[in-house]
């Protein structure tokens, strides 16, 4: 089984940009979430996505936002970015039978300049 | 909320040396895993633990879960250099929105 893919892996982009990060799940996976990771706040959950419907979200923003498709892809969105945005996004997805266990992609390293 | 502190931050060790890191919840978890990140790689699942008082053992790594639910703990006994990266714990609560919370993570670095 192939893993999880993201695209881009790396991204450079200037404030007030915005941005689309994409990211598909292993073949059977429903559940995608998404994670901040920054050197100093660690892995901070964004949010989890089941059956296109968001089940999670943390504590961030309105500019951050996402969505998932039929086919379970998801994508998401960080309108009028900021230098504090520049992070490792990264998506992770998990099995309805496994929920517990989630399998990461690679990651977007985003730069905001 | 719900808060998942683990220490320590930093490990350094002899190769050879046993590790241990200790993940501590401000809520009752669900379960709690365990993720290895290697340096410039991604979170990568190890194990799952669910039931309270439980110990996993996969070769050198045990882990634990703590009676009450709300702690837990990894020791690598015998480190190797393949064991270097940082290993995080992550827990759901069994309240409120259940995401999955992470730890900060233990960074381990070994001196062959």
């Known amino acids: 089984k192939a893993g999880v893919t993201q695209t881009p892996r790396y991204l450079i982009k200037t404030r007030g940009q915005q941005v689309t990060l994409s990211c598909s799940p292993i073949?059977?996976?429903?559940?995608v979430s998404w994670y901040q990771q920054t050197p100093g706040q660690g892995l901070q959950f964004l949010f989890e996505?089941?059956?296109?419907?968001?089940?999670n979200k943390g504590n961030f923003p309105g500019r951050f936002s996402g969505r998932q498709f039929s086919n379970s892809r998801s994508e998401m969105n960080v309108s009028t970015l900021e230098l504090g945005d520049s992070a490792l996004y990264l998506c992770?997805?998990?099995?309805?039978?496994?929920?517990?266990?989630?399998?990461f992609g690679p990651g977007t390293r985003l730069t905001v300049t | 909320g719900q808060q998942v502190m683990q220490i320590p931050q930093y490990q350094h060790v002899q190769e050879g040396e046993d590790f241990t890191t200790y993940c501590n919840s401000s809520t009752t978890l669900s379960n709690i895993q365990w993720y290895k990140q290697r340096p410039g790689g991604h979170p990568v699942f190890l194990i799952q633990l669910v039931k309270s008082g439980e110990v996993k053992k996969q070769k050198r790594l045990t882990f634990q879960f703590g009676e009450a639910k709300k702690n837990s703990s990894l020791h690598i006994t015998a480190t190797q250099t393949t064991d270097v990266g940082t290993y995080f714990c992550a827990g759901r609560s069994i309240r409120g929105a259940q995401k999955l919370v992470f730890g900060q993570g233990t960074r381990l670095t070994i001196n062959p």
């Open positions: 992770a997805s998990s099995s309805p039978n496994k929920a517990g266990e989630q399998y």
């Open positions: 996505y089941f059956s296109e419907t968001q089940r």
């Open positions: 073949s059977g996976h429903r559940s």
